[in-house]
Nanobody, 128 residues
Framework: QVQLVESGGGLVQAGGSLRLSCTASGFTLDLAWFRQAPGKEREGLSCISSSVGKTNYADSVKGRFTISRDNARNTVYLQMNSLSPEDTAIYYC????????????????????????WGQGTQVTVSS
């Protein structure tokens, strides 16, 4: 029942930055960002919990990417710095249903199967 709309993708040179945003149609529990390059599996990048702002990052982006959310606007952001060609992929926003029990005992887990809703994806291309 939750719809996610992403924006902010585009073309950037290596070393540059982009900020992705994703707005949900209503309240969600955990929000996360994933990416998928051609021929590769979807990779979890970062997640953030609904209330206290617990966050988690994949090793591949730790220190370069920052996730944040604005609950008043039902929006999650991903600030991406120091981009490299290896970051080229389609980036997806994902959300846990507000009625889910999956985050009751553990929040902010980067596993595809734990998320109920997905955005349409936005292309990020980093040139060398």
């Amino acid at each position: 029942q939750v719809q996610l709309v992403e924006s902010g993708g585009g073309l950037v040179q290596a070393g540059g930055s982009l900020r992705l945003s994703c707005t949900a149609s209503g309240f969600t529990l955990d929000l996360a960002w994933f990416r998928q390059a051609p021929g590769k599996e979807r990779e979890g990048l970062s997640c953030i919990s609904s209330s206290v702002g617990k966050t988690n990052y994949a090793d591949s982006v730790k220190g370069r990417f920052t996730i944040s959310r604005d609950n008043a606007r039902n929006t999650v952001y991903l600030q991406m710095n120091s981009l490299s060609p290896e970051d080229t992929a389609i980036y997806y926003c994902a959300a846990v249903s507000p009625t889910s029990f999956r985050t009751l005992f553990r929040q902010c887990v980067l596993s595809v199967g734990l998320y109920d809703y997905w955005g349409q994806g936005t292309q990020v291309t980093v040139s060398s």
